[in-house]
């Protein structure tokens, strides 16, 4: 069991940067590749990010390739979403979850959390 829990999110200005955090418990943490997600309102989740267990592969979707970077620390059980040059459109609930492969992460993930709220002002 992997629970995890998501923090940092706000109300930034476009052009503006937000770093988010998921905390997972348990010991397996580091032996889960690890995903953003995000839901606008009236829209379908969405796949944002991914990296696998080690932090040595990501992945991202296009339209946040260049402003997003995922990254994870295994000592902490942390992974972090750093958006840099935030758009109106990236405004949505975003969630992290935990999966046993970066492929697997980025389509059916085993583990979510509950979400936390960006919202980008224009």
């Known amino acids: 069991q992997v629970q995890l829990v998501e923090s940092g999110g706000g109300l930034v200005q476009a052009g503006g940067s937000l770093k988010l955090s998921c905390a997972g418990s348990g010991r397996t943490f580091s032996n889960y590749a690890m995903g953003w997600f995000r839901q606008a309102p009236g829209k379908e989740r969405e796949y944002v990010a991914a990296?696998?267990?080690?932090?040595?592969?990501?992945d991202y979707a296009d339209s946040v390739k260049g402003r997003f970077t995922i990254s994870r620390d295994n000592a902490k059980n942390t992974v972090y979403l750093q958006m840099n040059s935030l758009k109106p459109e990236d405004t949505a609930v975003y969630y992290c979850?935990?999966?046993?492969?970066?492929?697997?992460?980025?389509?059916?993930?085993?583990?979510w959390g509950s979400g936390t709220q960006v919202t980008v002002s224009s």
């Open positions: 979850a935990a999966g046993a492969g970066i492929v697997i992460v980025t389509t059916t993930p085993r583990y």
């Open positions: 990296i696998s267990w080690s932090g040595g592969t990501t």
